[in-house]
């Protein structure tokens, strides 16, 4: 591990200062350091500093932010197969692997060699229209078929493994990995999913039916889902972060992503520890 990569959300006031102090650390222990983006700031002139997310000859990335920073660079680096570690500076932190007060030790075990690679799998979503396929991209978290503004239900006829499942009338569908259970899918009455499993949950949102219920399913099916929708704005959002707005009668097929993503781990924190902690404080409301 030579060379590292900096990615940092420039929305965070304390993101400069943090950036610089890991620089000096790094390099005091000979490491390379390439900077996303950091035109928006100064840094020395020897400093390299690629532009926008360019940092395919890294050996792994130090994500600065929350955890909507860290689902961008996943849906980045992750087809690259570049591990990614994570420090919070941001609220919940579901996703990444340390708060900021930690980083100092965090980076000497880096550095050492002290981690492991913990992979997530990752969802590919691909509309097809007319018979073609017209666009595909990656999520971490999820895919998800939604109403726009207007108040109206969408019909969304759905198949998995080309079962028909059924006609969902609802403001929308989900579907999301493990690592997704603790984000919109929980939102919407989803299971909570330890993220070393691989599978599938579907769920409809506010679904206008007593019995639909969310569908787990493994990681090697496929949702089909049909937009019978005419008269309203239907999208298809990554991550709550990149979408798409779809047609009347688009399909949108949903399937594991021939990928994972990889994160770096200190085994300092186990799943439940941060699920007891995290979700206690996202409600709160002083966050």
Request: with cysteine; charged share 20%; glycine share 8%.
């Amino acid at each position: 591990m030579n060379c590292i990569g900096i990615i940092l959300n420039f929305e965070k006031p304390e993101a400069e200062m943090i950036t610089k102090n890991i620089i000096k650390c790094l390099e005091r222990h000979g490491k390379k350091v390439i900077v996303a983006g950091a035109e928006f700031f100064e840094l020395r002139d020897d400093i390299p500093v690629c532009p926008g997310d360019d940092l395919a000859q890294v050996d792994c990335i130090i994500v600065l932010g929350g955890d909507g920073t860290l689902l961008n660079s996943a849906r980045s680096f992750s087809v690259k197969g570049i591990p990614l570690f994570g420090v919070n500076l941001g609220q919940l932190g579901f996703l990444t692997e340390i708060e900021l007060p930690d980083l100092n030790p965090a980076l000497e075990k880096l550095i050492s060699g002290d981690f492991f690679i913990e992979e997530r799998m990752m969802l590919q979503a691909t509309i097809v229209r007319q018979g073609k396929e017209i666009y595909s991209f990656f999520g971490l978290n999820d895919a998800v078929i939604t109403k726009g503004a207007f108040a109206r239900i969408i019909r969304l006829k759905t198949f998995i493994n080309e079962e028909f499942v059924d006609v969902f009338p609802a403001d929308g569908l989900l579907v999301s990995t493990p690592t997704g259970s603790t984000g919109y899918s929980l939102s919407a009455g989803g299971p909570l999913v330890a993220p070393n499993l691989e599978l599938m949950i579907v769920t409809p949102i506010c679904p206008h039916t007593l019995y639909s219920r969310p569908i787990v399913i493994d990681k090697h099916s496929i949702v089909r889902v049909e937009v019978q929708a005419t008269q309203a704005e239907v999208m298809l959002t990554m991550d709550g972060q990149s979408g798409f707005q779809l047609e009347p009668f688009d399909h949108v097929v949903i399937q594991r992503a021939p990928f994972n993503a990889k994160f770096m781990k200190l085994n300092q924190r186990s799943f439940y520890e941060i699920l007891r902690a995290k979700l206690k404080e996202s409600g709160n409301s002083d966050v």
